[in-house]
């Protein structure tokens, strides 16, 4: 089966950079995926990491390491509207599904 | 584009009563997945399609749940008879294909809350 581990909450202020992580165990690794849901609305997607490394969407970065089971997102200067509960997702080898981890909520300070 | 539509969007039945929610996908979108999102928790996979064949519904509790999805597009989800612990929003997503299953659009959901 699979397994993630992300902290449940973070607080920050506008304008800062901020980083959740997100530690995995599973069976059959083939990528890790993050997701934005703000209250009440739909999980939409932000970012994919299939291979090590960093992808950088905008103020939006996200990070893998295959050999140590771990993964963050980075946000970059912060606004309010990036208040939200951000979900980090392993993609299982063998049936391509995804598993969400249990989000980590992010509030944004003035 | 339009994206992933559902409905409906508020439903509330008292336990033991059936229940069914109706999803349509983005246009060309192979595959569809039913999710269930408790408050505070992240979605939870309940069955997944490939067309209109099931790909994976290794978490869905089959003796009250069901999902169909006849002609490749719309798809039902239904709870028959309800439990309390069913109270949940009821994510319905897409993908342009499994291989794609990485970047799923999700629709609004459909709140559910069993009494």
């Known amino acids: 089966g699979q397994s993630l581990e992300q902290p449940s909450e973070v607080t920050a202020v506008e304008g800062a950079i901020v980083q959740i992580n997100c530690t995995y165990q599973?069976?059959?690794?083939?990528?890790l995926s993050w997701y934005q849901q703000h209250d009440g609305g739909a999980p939409t997607f932000l970012s994919y990491n299939g291979l090590d490394g960093l992808e950088e969407t905008g103020r939006f970065s996200s990070f893998l390491s295959r050999s140590d089971s771990y993964g963050y997102l980075l946000l970059q200067e912060l606004q309010m509207k990036d208040s939200a509960s951000y979900f980090c997702a392993v993609r299982d080898g063998g049936r391509r599904a995804l598993t969400f981890g249990s989000g980590t909520r992010l509030q944004v300070q003035p | 584009e339009a994206g992933v539509a559902q409905s409906p969007r508020y439903k509330i039945i008292e336990k033991r009563q059936s229940v069914a929610f109706w999803c349509n996908p983005i246009s060309g979108h192979a595959t569809l997945y039913w999710y269930q999102q408790i408050l505070g928790q992240g979605p939870k996979l309940l069955i997944q399609?490939?067309?209109?064949?099931?790909?994976?519904d290794s978490q869905l509790p089959k003796d009250r749940f069901s999902a169909e999805r006849l002609k490749g597009v719309d798809s039902t989800l239904k709870i028959q008879p309800a439990k309390l612990e069913d109270s949940a929003v009821y994510l319905c997503?897409?993908?342009?294909?499994?291989?794609?299953?990485?970047?799923?659009?999700f629709g609004p959901g459909t709140r559910l809350t069993v009494t």
């Open positions: 997503a897409s993908s342009l294909d499994g291989g794609s299953s990485y970047e799923q659009y």
């Open positions: 399609f490939q067309n209109n064949g099931v790909v994976d």
């Open positions: 599973t069976s059959g690794f083939y990528g």
